[in-house]
């Protein structure tokens, strides 16, 4: 396994275009085509939150044929817009579709930025020529800038890894800086491989990777209506299929979604502490995702790791009303290595070791509920005054 420097250009078979359509600003990226040379499998985790944006419906009624393209915009979500919303992102895509010569069902949507408006049509219709005519392999390196909203910067990784049928890469790109929570939870990403995987180990493979990376994270536990994640990987009369193989995949796409996931929380909007909330020995599977979403999303939790403050009966507090199955005499918490509370008693610690712990960009605080041997852990971030500021102007 080897981690490469750049993104999506490095996997062969895909080509990727990025203009200026001016579907909000001005002077800045927005839209972007992702194109591959050939037919593709794909899988997607979509959002599940009730209220769905054009594109989400769109792309779920197709993600299960050949896939020969993603077809991306940003500063419009195209969400809560009606019928004439979908309406209009089918136009896009039937267009795309009609000047490439492939089916408008092999065309995925996607879209990210202010709900409630209605794209700009007839101006994207007009930019098509010029979205084609940029198709290179080289432009894969922009599109993580292309879908940036109130992001500080892009966000991409690549690996080569190795299996029986030979070397193959793997990259990804994702967006998203606020209204990040779990399930799923960022927004936007888009993994592409050489590798060719059979659908139904795709999407197994995609789905378990998701739930330990983006469904476990939040910045601000707001799901957002045009949450996707999508992966292409070729159709092949010559899939990976041994265990071995496909393990070498599943680490790969792990590895990938894992930086992405670091990546976005650490952007988030107002950011400056990631913590990675560790629940450990709790009765069951969902007992201990229940209390790490609940310590990761308390806005009191979130407050006292913006202000250094060693408040640790606010993650205690946040344990106890999640509803999990807990004993306070059984609990104990730890700020990295530094115990501060065990088996229900406070402890005496270093003031100091643990002032040093609260001022690091990244730390770890584990949960241990002491009632049996399941895990859970999710990262998460401070709430800023910057938070508080970004998005009151954000529609503005």
């Known amino acids: 396994m080897e981690k490469l420097n750049g993104g999506l250009e490095l996997v062969p078979g895909y080509r990727f275009s990025n203009i200026e359509c001016q579907i909000r600003y001005k002077n800045r990226l927005d839209y972007s085509l992702i194109m591959a040379d050939h037919d593709c499998n794909a899988s997607a985790v979509f959002t599940t939150n009730k209220i769905k944006a054009a594109p989400v419906k769109i792309s779920k009624s197709r993600i299960n044929n050949p896939v020969r393209a993603i077809l991306i915009n940003a500063t419009n979500a195209n969400a809560c817009t009606g019928s004439a919303g979908e309406e209009n992102a089918v136009q896009l895509s039937d267009d795309i579709a009609a ?58 990784t690549a690996m080569r890894f190795e299996t029986s049928m030979g070397q193959y890469t793997i990259a990804g790109t994702a967006k998203g800086a606020g209204m990040i929570a779990p399930n799923m939870a960022t927004l936007l990403s888009f993994i592409l491989t050489d590798a060719p995987v059979a659908k139904t180990d795709l999407d197994r493979i995609f789905a378990d990777k998701i739930k330990s990376s983006f469904n476990s994270l939040t910045i601000d536990g707001d799901t957002s209506t045009n949450d996707t994640a999508t992966i292409l990987s070729p159709r092949s009369e010559s899939y990976l299929t041994s265990r071995e193989d496909l393990e070498s995949f599943s680490e790969a796409l792990g590895m990938i979604l894992s930086d992405l996931s670091y990546q976005i929380v650490e ?130």
């Open 99 to 156: 000047k490439t010569g492939i089916d408008t069902s092999q065309i995925l949507i996607a879209s990210t930025g202010i709900i409630g408006h209605q794209l700009p049509v007839e101006k994207m219709l007009q930019s098509h020529e010029k979205l084609l005519s940029g198709l290179s392999v080289n432009e894969g390196a922009r599109i993580s800038e292309a879908i940036m909203t109130t992001d500080t910067k892009p966000k991409y």
């Open 267 to 396: 952007d988030g909007e107002g950011v400056n502490h990631v913590v990675e909330i560790n629940v450990i020995n709790a009765a069951s599977d969902k007992d201990a995702e229940i209390i790490a979403r609940s310590i990761s999303e308390s806005l009191l939790v979130k407050t006292a790791i913006f202000g250094k403050d060693p408040n640790w009966g606010r993650i205690a507090c946040a344990a106890g009303y999640s509803g999990a199955e807990l004993d306070e005499n059984c609990l104990s918490i730890h700020f990295d290595n530094t115990v501060i509370f065990q088996n229900g008693t406070p402890l005496n610690y270093s003031a100091e070791n643990l002032s040093e712990i609260l001022e690091k960009k990244f730390y770890t605080v584990t949960v241990d509920i002491g009632l049996g041997h399941h895990c859970s852990r999710m990262l998460t971030s401070d709430i800023s005054y910057d938070y508080v500021r970004i998005n009151a102007e954000y529609s503005t």
